[in-house]
């Protein structure tokens, strides 16, 4: 099992910024990738930053140049750092997990945007 632990998120202006992290822990080894998927109500969850072991990174079209995805091997742990918020962002954020033996996904954290 992999259990990911989140934190970060939060209430924030329009125009701020807010970093989240993820810090992964149990059977690791055999790591792929890990991401950041957001989700509001109504609507189906969306990639919004993923990293790949082989560092390629992956970005949604919509967070493109405002927001990073980052990761310190060390810590096993992942961030995501989102400036220029838009009330659009508000949603839930997931961080995820893939390994060889499967896919898992954190409790998720709230960012609410206000306007």
């Known amino acids: 099992q992999v259990r990911l632990v989140e934190s970060g998120g939060g209430l924030v202006q329009a125009g701020g910024s807010l970093r989240l992290s993820c810090t992964a822990s149990g059977r690791i080894a055999g790591m792929k990738g890990m991401g950041w998927y957001r989700q509001t109500p109504g609507i189906q969850r969306e990639l919004v930053a993923t990293t790949a072991t082989d560092g390629i990174t992956m970005y949604a079209d919509s967070v493109k140049g405002r927001f990073t995805i980052s990761r310190d091997n060390n810590k096993n742990t992942v961030y995501l750092q989102m400036n220029s918020l838009k009330p659009e962002d508000t949603a839930v954020y997931y961080c995820?997990?893939?390994?060889?033996?499967?896919?898992?996904w954190g409790q998720g954290t709230q960012v609410t945007v206000s306007s």
């Open positions: 995820n997990f893939l390994g060889f033996i499967g896919n898992y």
